[in-house]
């Protein structure tokens, strides 16, 4: 059966982060929306002309766009053992059609790691976040810094600041995670899903938990 993993938590969390590893480690593909839509935006597809308009404002991208893009994505061969699904479903409706795709597909979301970290620290932490840009690994000028400035450690593409981190934006993506986002706490709680770590622990402490969290759901 195909394992599926949501992680959960505020815009600047760590989910990115945990997901690069987590997903190799577990040999499940990392899923991330918000790297699909930023894919789309540098080939200028007509999605990713449409996803941007949202993404600068630090507004979602509407449900139904957003919900075909991951069913899409799911349904191939590379996601045939399942998926770490990073910033997707973020609202109530993208949950409920995530649950009608994977039954679709054999299986069902296993468990729900939830970062968590307090708003105060998401603005510096994302102040500070560089992004390669060939495959999205992130890093941070203090917490996590790369071995050259502006160099990805991992596949030496270019590292650079998203727009949509500056503090403005980045307020509005807060504001629209406790809105819109973090109802989806309750529904996976009262799943029995939802496991809380401690996100503001350093990024090895909390990759430790979460594997061993995830390990427990999937034995
Ligand atoms: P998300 O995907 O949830 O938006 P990221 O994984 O991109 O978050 O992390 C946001 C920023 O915080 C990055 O610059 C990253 O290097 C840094 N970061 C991630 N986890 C930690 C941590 N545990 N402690 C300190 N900084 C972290
Ligand atoms: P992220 O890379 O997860 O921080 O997402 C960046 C931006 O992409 C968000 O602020 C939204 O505009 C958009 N986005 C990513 N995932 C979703 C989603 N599941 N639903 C709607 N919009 C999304």
């Known amino acids: 059966?195909?394992?599926?993993?949501?992680?959960?938590?505020?815009?600047?969390?760590?989910?990115?982060?945990?997901a690069k590893v987590i997903s190799e480690t577990l040999g499940l593909m990392h899923i991330s929306s918000g790297d699909i839509f930023r894919e789309n935006l540098k080939a200028q597809t007509e999605l990713g002309k449409l996803a941007q308009t949202y993404m600068n404002k630090g507004e979602l991208v509407p449900d139904d766009v957003t919900i075909a893009m991951i069913k899409d994505r799911l349904s191939k061969p590379d996601c045939e053992k399942?998926?770490?699904?990073?910033?997707?479903?973020?609202?109530?409706?993208?949950?409920?059609?995530?649950?009608?795709?994977?039954?679709?597909?054999?299986?069902?979301?296993?468990?729900?790691?939830?970062?968590?970290?307090?708003?105060?620290?998401?603005?510096?932490?994302?102040s500070g976040r560089w992004s390669c840009r060939a495959q999205g690994h992130v890093y941070h000028s203090k917490y996590n810094p790369p071995k050259q400035a502006g160099i990805c450690d991992i596949d030496g593409s270019e590292l650079y600041q998203r727009e949509d981190d500056q503090p403005a934006t980045v307020e509005r993506r807060i504001k629209v995670y406790v809105e819109q986002t973090a109802p989806l706490i309750e529904y996976y709680q009262k799943k029995q899903l939802l496991v809380e770590v401690d996100g503001t622990q350093p990024i090895e402490v909390v990759t430790e938990q979460m594997m061993s969290a995830i390990k427990k759901a999937i034995k």
Request: with cysteine; aromatic share 4%; proline share 11%.
């Open 82 to 126: 399942g998926a770490l699904l990073d910033g997707f479903p973020r609202t109530p409706a993208q949950a409920v059609a995530l649950d009608e795709t994977l039954v679709s597909l054999g299986g069902k979301v296993q468990c729900v790691p939830l970062i968590a970290v307090e708003p105060e620290v998401l603005i510096e932490r994302l």
């Open 1 to 18: 059966m195909p394992e599926y993993i949501v992680l959960l938590g505020p815009p600047g969390a760590g989910k990115g982060t945990q």
